[in-house]
Protein backbone atom coordinates (compact mmCIF):
# COMPACT_ATOMS: atom_id res chain seq x y z
CA UNK A 1 0.00 0.00 0.00
CA UNK A 2 2.92 2.49 0.82
CA UNK A 3 4.28 1.97 -2.63
CA UNK A 4 0.85 2.92 -4.18
CA UNK A 5 1.40 6.01 -1.91
CA UNK A 6 4.78 6.95 -2.91
CA UNK A 7 4.68 6.19 -6.79
CA UNK A 8 2.26 8.79 -7.31
CA UNK A 9 4.33 11.07 -5.46
CA UNK A 10 7.09 10.59 -7.68
CA UNK A 11 5.44 10.52 -10.97
CA UNK A 12 3.78 13.79 -10.03
CA UNK A 13 6.75 15.36 -8.59
CA UNK A 14 8.18 14.67 -12.30
CA UNK A 15 5.61 15.88 -14.19
CA UNK A 16 5.61 19.40 -12.95
CA UNK A 17 9.37 19.71 -12.70
CA UNK A 18 10.10 22.64 -15.48
CA UNK A 19 6.58 23.87 -15.80
CA UNK A 20 5.03 26.74 -14.15
CA UNK A 21 4.04 24.70 -11.09
CA UNK A 22 7.39 23.52 -10.30
CA UNK A 23 7.96 26.72 -7.72
CA UNK A 24 3.93 27.32 -7.19
CA UNK A 25 1.69 24.14 -6.97
CA UNK A 26 -1.73 24.94 -7.83
CA UNK A 27 -3.69 22.53 -5.37
CA UNK A 28 -6.64 22.21 -7.42
CA UNK A 29 -4.68 20.77 -10.23
CA UNK A 30 -2.38 18.69 -8.18
CA UNK A 31 -5.24 16.99 -7.00
CA UNK A 32 -6.93 16.40 -10.27
CA UNK A 33 -3.62 15.16 -11.60
CA UNK A 34 -2.29 12.67 -8.34
CA UNK A 35 -5.61 12.45 -6.56
CA UNK A 36 -6.52 13.86 -3.38
CA UNK A 37 -5.14 11.27 -1.11
CA UNK A 38 -2.12 11.15 -3.07
CA UNK A 39 -1.84 14.98 -2.90
CA UNK A 40 -2.51 15.64 0.61
CA UNK A 41 0.87 13.31 1.36
CA UNK A 42 2.54 15.58 -1.57
CA UNK A 43 1.54 18.97 0.13
CA UNK A 44 2.29 17.63 3.98
CA UNK A 45 5.37 16.49 2.71
CA UNK A 46 6.70 20.01 1.34
CA UNK A 47 5.21 21.67 4.55
CA UNK A 48 7.45 19.71 6.72
CA UNK A 49 10.37 19.51 4.33
CA UNK A 50 10.19 22.92 2.16
CA UNK A 51 12.63 23.56 -0.85
CA UNK A 52 15.89 25.32 -0.14
CA UNK A 53 15.39 28.77 -0.91
CA UNK A 54 19.07 28.35 -2.28
CA UNK A 55 19.53 29.96 -5.36
CA UNK A 56 21.32 27.71 -7.84
CA UNK A 57 23.52 28.60 -10.31
CA UNK A 58 21.55 27.26 -13.19
CA UNK A 59 18.42 29.25 -11.62
CA UNK A 60 20.55 32.37 -10.70
CA UNK A 61 21.28 32.04 -15.07
CA UNK A 62 17.23 31.44 -15.70
CA UNK A 63 16.29 34.30 -13.61
CA UNK A 64 19.30 36.96 -14.84
CA UNK A 65 18.32 36.31 -18.60
CA UNK A 66 14.53 36.45 -17.88
CA UNK A 67 15.42 40.03 -16.34
CA UNK A 68 17.74 41.06 -18.52
CA UNK A 69 14.74 41.91 -20.92
CA UNK A 70 12.87 44.34 -18.34
CA UNK A 71 15.94 46.25 -18.61
CA UNK A 72 16.18 47.20 -22.25
CA UNK A 73 15.63 50.55 -22.96
CA UNK A 74 14.36 49.27 -25.86
CA UNK A 75 12.68 45.88 -26.73
CA UNK A 76 10.52 43.27 -29.41
CA UNK A 77 7.40 42.66 -27.46
CA UNK A 78 6.59 39.05 -28.16
CA UNK A 79 3.08 39.00 -28.69
CA UNK A 80 2.99 41.58 -31.69
CA UNK A 81 6.70 41.50 -32.59
CA UNK A 82 6.74 45.58 -32.78
CA UNK A 83 9.94 47.97 -31.32
CA UNK A 84 8.50 49.02 -28.18
CA UNK A 85 10.92 51.93 -26.05
CA UNK A 86 10.37 52.80 -22.82
CA UNK A 87 10.66 56.53 -22.89
CA UNK A 88 7.05 57.78 -24.74
CA UNK A 89 4.95 60.67 -25.09
CA UNK A 90 4.09 60.45 -21.14
CA UNK A 91 7.81 60.06 -20.24
CA UNK A 92 8.32 62.99 -17.15
CA UNK A 93 4.44 64.25 -18.27
CA UNK A 94 3.86 64.61 -14.05
CA UNK A 95 6.96 66.72 -13.75
CA UNK A 96 6.47 68.66 -10.85
CA UNK A 97 3.53 67.50 -9.43
CA UNK A 98 2.72 65.46 -6.47
CA UNK A 99 1.70 61.28 -6.94
CA UNK A 100 -0.68 60.21 -4.28
CA UNK A 101 -2.34 56.51 -3.96
CA UNK A 102 -6.08 55.48 -3.49
CA UNK A 103 -6.14 51.75 -3.13
CA UNK A 104 -10.09 51.09 -2.88
CA UNK A 105 -11.09 47.87 -0.91
CA UNK A 106 -12.95 45.63 -2.60
CA UNK A 107 -14.55 48.07 -5.20
CA UNK A 108 -15.47 46.17 -8.20
CA UNK A 109 -15.85 47.93 -11.71
CA UNK A 110 -19.30 47.80 -12.68
CA UNK A 111 -19.85 49.98 -9.63
CA UNK A 112 -18.79 52.83 -11.62
CA UNK A 113 -21.17 54.40 -13.65
CA UNK A 114 -23.99 52.48 -11.71
CA UNK A 115 -27.22 53.49 -11.49
CA UNK A 116 -29.95 51.24 -9.37
CA UNK A 117 -33.13 52.60 -8.70
CA UNK A 118 -32.46 55.76 -9.96
CA UNK A 119 -29.52 56.42 -7.84
CA UNK A 120 -26.08 56.60 -8.67
CA UNK A 121 -24.27 54.21 -6.51
CA UNK A 122 -20.69 55.91 -6.11
CA UNK A 123 -20.84 59.48 -7.54
CA UNK A 124 -18.13 60.78 -6.63
CA UNK A 125 -15.80 57.90 -8.16
CA UNK A 126 -17.77 57.77 -11.10
CA UNK A 127 -17.41 61.92 -11.64
CA UNK A 128 -13.48 61.04 -11.26
CA UNK A 129 -13.55 58.23 -13.73
CA UNK A 130 -15.50 60.40 -16.33
CA UNK A 131 -12.61 63.73 -15.76
CA UNK A 132 -9.75 61.57 -15.97
CA UNK A 133 -8.03 58.05 -17.65
CA UNK A 134 -10.21 56.01 -16.71
CA UNK A 135 -9.19 52.20 -17.65
CA UNK A 136 -12.45 49.99 -17.75
CA UNK A 137 -10.33 46.47 -18.85
CA UNK A 138 -8.39 46.69 -15.42
CA UNK A 139 -7.90 43.70 -13.54
CA UNK A 140 -6.66 42.46 -10.00
CA UNK A 141 -3.80 40.00 -9.79
CA UNK A 142 -3.81 39.54 -6.09
CA UNK A 143 -3.28 36.14 -4.74
CA UNK A 144 -4.81 34.59 -1.64
CA UNK A 145 -2.69 37.35 0.06
CA UNK A 146 -5.76 40.26 -1.18
CA UNK A 147 -5.10 43.34 -0.40
CA UNK A 148 -1.46 42.90 0.67
CA UNK A 149 -0.65 41.41 -2.88
CA UNK A 150 -2.15 44.47 -4.48
CA UNK A 151 0.47 46.26 -2.88
CA UNK A 152 3.32 44.41 -3.37
CA UNK A 153 1.97 43.71 -6.92
CA UNK A 154 1.78 47.30 -7.56
CA UNK A 155 4.66 48.37 -6.16
CA UNK A 156 6.90 45.68 -7.52
CA UNK A 157 5.72 44.50 -10.45
CA UNK A 158 5.44 41.33 -9.88
CA UNK A 159 3.29 39.14 -9.30
CA UNK A 160 2.62 37.08 -6.04
CA UNK A 161 2.57 33.22 -6.34
CA UNK A 162 -1.20 33.02 -6.04
CA UNK A 163 -0.60 30.62 -2.90
CA UNK A 164 1.44 32.50 -0.47
CA UNK A 165 1.05 35.75 1.80
CA UNK A 166 3.66 37.29 -0.23
CA UNK A 167 4.48 39.99 2.47
CA UNK A 168 5.03 37.43 4.89
CA UNK A 169 6.90 34.71 3.06
CA UNK A 170 8.91 36.46 0.22
CA UNK A 171 9.55 39.42 1.81
CA UNK A 172 13.33 41.43 1.52
CA UNK A 173 15.21 44.57 1.52
CA UNK A 174 16.13 44.32 -1.84
CA UNK A 175 13.22 44.81 -4.37
CA UNK A 176 12.99 47.32 -6.62
CA UNK A 177 9.88 49.48 -5.91
CA UNK A 178 8.31 52.61 -6.94
CA UNK A 179 8.66 53.66 -3.31
CA UNK A 180 12.25 53.28 -3.49
CA UNK A 181 12.66 55.01 -6.80
CA UNK A 182 10.62 58.18 -5.79
CA UNK A 183 12.49 58.29 -2.60
CA UNK A 184 15.85 58.73 -4.77
CA UNK A 185 14.35 60.81 -6.87
CA UNK A 186 14.14 62.93 -3.60
CA UNK A 187 10.62 62.75 -2.92
CA UNK A 188 9.33 61.98 0.72
CA UNK A 189 7.46 58.56 1.01
CA UNK A 190 4.93 57.18 2.96
CA UNK A 191 1.84 54.78 3.34
CA UNK A 192 -1.44 55.16 4.73
CA UNK A 193 -3.73 52.89 6.65
CA UNK A 194 -6.60 52.59 9.17
CA UNK A 195 -5.72 49.28 10.54
CA UNK A 196 -3.28 48.55 13.61
CA UNK A 197 0.57 48.71 12.08
CA UNK A 198 1.47 44.80 13.23
CA UNK A 199 -1.40 43.72 10.27
CA UNK A 200 0.37 42.75 7.26
CA UNK A 201 3.58 43.30 9.03
CA UNK A 202 2.89 47.00 7.62
CA UNK A 203 4.71 49.20 10.00
CA UNK A 204 7.82 47.08 9.11
CA UNK A 205 7.75 45.82 5.59
CA UNK A 206 6.08 49.12 4.12
CA UNK A 207 9.73 50.31 5.30
CA UNK A 208 11.56 47.52 4.32
CA UNK A 209 9.94 45.50 1.54
CA UNK A 210 8.55 48.39 -0.06
CA UNK A 211 10.72 51.42 0.44
CA UNK A 212 8.53 53.86 2.38
CA UNK A 213 10.29 56.33 4.56
CA UNK A 214 7.02 56.41 6.98
CA UNK A 215 3.69 54.64 7.56
CA UNK A 216 0.67 55.82 9.72
CA UNK A 217 -1.40 53.34 10.70
CA UNK A 218 -3.66 53.76 13.51
CA UNK A 219 -1.09 53.77 16.06
CA UNK A 220 -0.34 57.27 14.77
CA UNK A 221 -4.31 58.51 14.41
CA UNK A 222 -4.09 57.24 18.40
CA UNK A 223 -1.63 60.05 19.14
CA UNK A 224 -3.60 62.67 18.07
CA UNK A 225 -5.84 63.24 21.25
CA UNK A 226 -9.22 62.67 19.16
CA UNK A 227 -12.23 60.19 19.70
CA UNK A 228 -11.68 57.53 16.84
CA UNK A 229 -14.97 56.27 15.05
CA UNK A 230 -14.71 52.57 14.53
CA UNK A 231 -17.18 50.30 12.20
CA UNK A 232 -16.68 47.16 12.83
CA UNK A 233 -13.76 47.47 14.96
CA UNK A 234 -11.89 49.15 12.38
CA UNK A 235 -10.85 53.25 11.71
CA UNK A 236 -14.13 54.47 10.05
CA UNK A 237 -13.00 55.83 6.20
CA UNK A 238 -15.08 58.65 6.56
CA UNK A 239 -12.27 60.04 9.69
CA UNK A 240 -9.68 58.67 7.35
CA UNK A 241 -9.94 60.47 4.28
CA UNK A 242 -11.05 63.87 6.63
CA UNK A 243 -7.32 63.46 7.96
CA UNK A 244 -5.33 62.51 4.63
CA UNK A 245 -5.77 66.60 3.66
CA UNK A 246 -3.89 67.50 6.53
CA UNK A 247 -1.10 65.36 6.48
CA UNK A 248 -0.59 65.96 2.23
CA UNK A 249 -0.43 70.08 3.10
CA UNK A 250 2.56 69.16 5.24
CA UNK A 251 4.26 67.89 2.81
CA UNK A 252 6.07 69.61 -0.19
CA UNK A 253 7.42 66.97 -2.57
CA UNK A 254 6.16 63.35 -1.49
CA UNK A 255 4.27 59.89 -2.61
CA UNK A 256 1.58 59.10 -1.11
CA UNK A 257 -0.22 55.81 -0.69
CA UNK A 258 -3.54 55.50 1.41
CA UNK A 259 -4.95 52.18 1.85
CA UNK A 260 -9.26 51.98 2.46
CA UNK A 261 -10.43 49.78 4.71
CA UNK A 262 -14.40 50.32 5.48
CA UNK A 263 -15.82 48.36 2.79
CA UNK A 264 -14.17 44.86 3.01
CA UNK A 265 -16.50 42.25 3.10
CA UNK A 266 -18.36 41.03 4.79
CA UNK A 267 -20.67 44.21 4.82
CA UNK A 268 -22.51 43.16 7.91
CA UNK A 269 -25.23 46.20 8.62
CA UNK A 270 -23.60 48.63 11.11
CA UNK A 271 -25.47 52.17 12.53
CA UNK A 272 -22.60 53.90 10.81
CA UNK A 273 -23.49 53.07 7.38
CA UNK A 274 -26.38 55.23 6.10
CA UNK A 275 -28.86 53.28 4.23
CA UNK A 276 -30.27 53.58 0.67
CA UNK A 277 -33.42 52.42 -1.38
CA UNK A 278 -31.81 50.26 -3.87
CA UNK A 279 -34.93 48.25 -4.97
CA UNK A 280 -35.44 44.52 -4.84
CA UNK A 281 -31.88 43.45 -4.27
CA UNK A 282 -30.31 40.36 -2.07
CA UNK A 283 -29.35 41.27 1.09
CA UNK A 284 -26.06 40.95 0.61
CA UNK A 285 -26.05 43.06 -2.72
CA UNK A 286 -27.88 45.78 -0.80
CA UNK A 287 -25.48 45.73 2.35
CA UNK A 288 -22.55 46.04 -0.11
CA UNK A 289 -23.65 49.08 -2.28
CA UNK A 290 -24.65 50.67 0.77
CA UNK A 291 -20.97 50.44 1.89
CA UNK A 292 -19.83 51.78 -1.74
CA UNK A 293 -21.68 54.56 -1.33
CA UNK A 294 -20.11 55.29 2.40
CA UNK A 295 -17.13 54.89 0.91
CA UNK A 296 -17.84 57.45 -1.88
CA UNK A 297 -19.25 59.84 0.08
CA UNK A 298 -15.28 59.74 2.25
CA UNK A 299 -13.57 60.20 -1.29
CA UNK A 300 -15.98 63.52 -1.74
CA UNK A 301 -14.50 64.84 2.02
CA UNK A 302 -11.64 64.05 0.40
CA UNK A 303 -12.07 65.84 -2.69
CA UNK A 304 -13.86 68.85 -1.04
CA UNK A 305 -10.91 69.08 1.99
CA UNK A 306 -8.24 68.67 -1.39
CA UNK A 307 -10.06 71.89 -3.24
CA UNK A 308 -10.40 73.85 0.05
CA UNK A 309 -6.61 73.46 0.63
CA UNK A 310 -6.17 74.32 -2.58
CA UNK A 311 -3.80 71.45 -2.68
CA UNK A 312 -5.58 68.80 -5.24
CA UNK A 313 -4.29 70.44 -8.45
CA UNK A 314 -0.75 69.88 -7.15
CA UNK A 315 -1.13 66.00 -7.05
CA UNK A 316 -1.55 63.53 -9.42
CA UNK A 317 -4.34 60.92 -7.65
CA UNK A 318 -4.66 57.79 -8.85
CA UNK A 319 -6.92 55.32 -7.50
CA UNK A 320 -7.66 51.46 -7.70
CA UNK A 321 -9.40 48.52 -6.85
CA UNK A 322 -7.25 45.75 -4.50
CA UNK A 323 -9.48 42.79 -4.94
CA UNK A 324 -13.03 41.76 -5.93
CA UNK A 325 -16.11 42.20 -3.86
CA UNK A 326 -16.43 38.51 -3.22
CA UNK A 327 -20.10 39.05 -3.95
CA UNK A 328 -22.04 35.86 -5.08
CA UNK A 329 -23.86 35.21 -8.49
CA UNK A 330 -27.04 35.69 -7.41
CA UNK A 331 -26.01 38.93 -5.66
CA UNK A 332 -24.72 40.20 -8.80
CA UNK A 333 -27.56 39.25 -10.84
CA UNK A 334 -30.27 40.76 -8.71
CA UNK A 335 -28.26 44.20 -9.27
CA UNK A 336 -28.15 44.00 -12.57
CA UNK A 337 -31.60 42.70 -12.72
CA UNK A 338 -29.93 39.21 -15.08
CA UNK A 339 -29.26 36.00 -15.12
CA UNK A 340 -25.53 36.28 -15.87
CA UNK A 341 -23.08 33.64 -17.36
CA UNK A 342 -20.80 32.11 -15.76
CA UNK A 343 -17.97 33.51 -17.62
CA UNK A 344 -19.70 36.65 -17.59
CA UNK A 345 -19.67 36.72 -13.54
CA UNK A 346 -15.92 35.42 -13.02
CA UNK A 347 -14.42 37.83 -15.64
CA UNK A 348 -16.82 40.89 -13.88
CA UNK A 349 -15.94 39.84 -10.41
CA UNK A 350 -12.26 40.24 -10.84
CA UNK A 351 -12.61 43.78 -13.04
CA UNK A 352 -11.57 46.68 -10.62
CA UNK A 353 -11.42 50.30 -11.61
CA UNK A 354 -7.98 51.81 -12.52
CA UNK A 355 -8.12 56.02 -12.57
CA UNK A 356 -5.30 58.45 -12.89
CA UNK A 357 -7.04 62.37 -12.28
CA UNK A 358 -5.43 65.71 -12.29
CA UNK A 359 -7.15 68.03 -15.04
CA UNK A 360 -4.27 70.02 -15.78
CA UNK A 361 -2.54 67.12 -17.46
CA UNK A 362 -5.38 64.54 -18.48
CA UNK A 363 -8.91 65.32 -20.30
CA UNK A 364 -11.77 62.41 -19.50
CA UNK A 365 -11.41 59.39 -21.48
CA UNK A 366 -11.81 56.11 -21.12
CA UNK A 367 -9.29 52.98 -22.26
CA UNK A 368 -10.12 49.36 -22.81
CA UNK A 369 -6.34 48.28 -23.04
CA UNK A 370 -6.21 45.11 -20.81
CA UNK A 371 -4.22 45.97 -17.93
CA UNK A 372 -3.50 44.86 -13.94
CA UNK A 373 -1.82 45.58 -10.65
CA UNK A 374 1.49 44.80 -12.10
CA UNK A 375 1.16 47.66 -14.33
CA UNK A 376 1.07 50.42 -11.96
CA UNK A 377 4.93 50.23 -11.15
CA UNK A 378 6.07 50.78 -14.19
CA UNK A 379 3.31 53.25 -15.37
CA UNK A 380 3.86 55.54 -12.81
CA UNK A 381 7.49 55.31 -13.09
CA UNK A 382 7.19 56.55 -17.05
CA UNK A 383 4.84 59.22 -15.81
CA UNK A 384 6.69 60.83 -12.91
CA UNK A 385 10.17 60.24 -15.47
CA UNK A 386 12.15 58.12 -12.77
CA UNK A 387 14.77 56.03 -13.49
CA UNK A 388 13.80 52.53 -12.67
CA UNK A 389 16.15 49.07 -13.29
CA UNK A 390 13.24 46.79 -14.22
CA UNK A 391 10.38 48.02 -16.47
CA UNK A 392 8.30 44.60 -15.35
CA UNK A 393 4.60 45.14 -16.73
CA UNK A 394 3.30 47.29 -19.64
CA UNK A 395 2.64 51.09 -19.88
CA UNK A 396 -0.75 51.95 -19.52
CA UNK A 397 -0.08 55.30 -21.44
CA UNK A 398 1.16 53.19 -24.21
CA UNK A 399 -0.05 51.46 -26.93
CA UNK A 400 1.85 47.83 -25.96
CA UNK A 401 0.11 44.61 -25.37
CA UNK A 402 0.51 42.51 -23.27
CA UNK A 403 -1.72 39.61 -20.57
CA UNK A 404 -2.89 39.80 -17.41
CA UNK A 405 -2.93 37.13 -15.18
CA UNK A 406 -4.55 35.94 -11.99
CA UNK A 407 -2.23 34.47 -9.60
CA UNK A 408 -5.39 32.50 -8.00
CA UNK A 409 -6.81 30.52 -10.11
CA UNK A 410 -5.24 31.57 -13.28
CA UNK A 411 -7.49 33.19 -15.41
CA UNK A 412 -5.88 35.51 -18.01
CA UNK A 413 -6.84 38.40 -19.65
CA UNK A 414 -5.44 40.19 -22.91
CA UNK A 415 -6.92 42.10 -26.15
CA UNK A 416 -9.21 40.11 -27.95
CA UNK A 417 -9.27 37.20 -25.44
CA UNK A 418 -10.02 35.08 -22.47
CA UNK A 419 -8.55 32.14 -20.77
CA UNK A 420 -9.31 30.02 -17.93
CA UNK A 421 -5.41 27.81 -18.07
CA UNK A 422 -6.33 24.82 -15.79
CA UNK A 423 -8.96 23.64 -18.15
CA UNK A 424 -7.54 24.91 -21.31
CA UNK A 425 -10.39 26.76 -22.60
CA UNK A 426 -10.55 30.01 -23.81
CA UNK A 427 -12.49 33.19 -26.28
CA UNK A 428 -11.01 34.48 -29.18
CA UNK A 429 -8.20 33.97 -31.94
CA UNK A 430 -6.43 30.35 -31.39
CA UNK A 431 -3.29 31.83 -32.72
CA UNK A 432 -3.22 34.49 -30.58
CA UNK A 433 -4.26 31.94 -27.42
CA UNK A 434 -1.55 29.54 -28.23
CA UNK A 435 1.10 32.94 -28.11
CA UNK A 436 -0.68 34.21 -25.01
CA UNK A 437 -0.52 30.98 -23.32
CA UNK A 438 3.45 30.32 -24.12
CA UNK A 439 3.93 34.05 -23.07
CA UNK A 440 2.27 33.27 -19.87
CA UNK A 441 3.83 29.79 -18.95
CA UNK A 442 7.27 31.39 -19.22
CA UNK A 443 6.09 34.41 -17.57
CA UNK A 444 4.51 32.82 -14.72
CA UNK A 445 7.42 30.39 -14.03
CA UNK A 446 10.07 33.04 -14.06
CA UNK A 447 7.96 35.00 -11.95
CA UNK A 448 7.60 32.58 -9.17
CA UNK A 449 11.14 31.77 -9.44
CA UNK A 450 12.33 35.06 -8.59
CA UNK A 451 10.11 34.62 -5.50
CA UNK A 452 10.85 30.90 -4.24
CA UNK A 453 14.91 31.47 -4.45
CA UNK A 454 13.61 34.63 -2.95
CA UNK A 455 16.66 36.77 -5.64
CA UNK A 456 15.58 40.49 -4.59
CA UNK A 457 15.33 39.43 -0.55
Known amino acids: SLLFIVMPFFQFNASISGTIYESSINNLYGAHQSGVYDYYFFDLFHYLF ?13 IEDFLDYYEQDSYVNPIDGITYTVANDATNLANGKNLFIIQLEAINDFIVGLEVNGQVVMPTLTSLAHNGLYYDEFYSTSGIGNTSDCEFSSLTGLYGNGNDLTIFRYAGENYHTLAKDFKAAGYETFSLHGNTGAFYYRNYEHL ?31 YFFNKLPTILESKTQYFGYAISLTSHSPYVPAPEIPTYDWGNLTDLATSYLNYCRYLDDSLQIFMDQMEAKGILDDVVLVLYADHTSSLFQPDYNSIFKMKSTELQFRKDLQNVPFIIYNEDLFTGSTHHKVCGTVDVYRTLSNLFGLTSQYHFGADMLDSEPSFIYSPRNLDIWYDGGFMMYP ?4 QGNETLYQMIKTQFEFYKYHNDLILRTKYFS
Open 423 to 426: SDTY
Open 50 to 62: PKATSIQASEVTK
Open 208 to 238: RTLGFDRHYDLEYFQTLGEELPFIHSYLADE
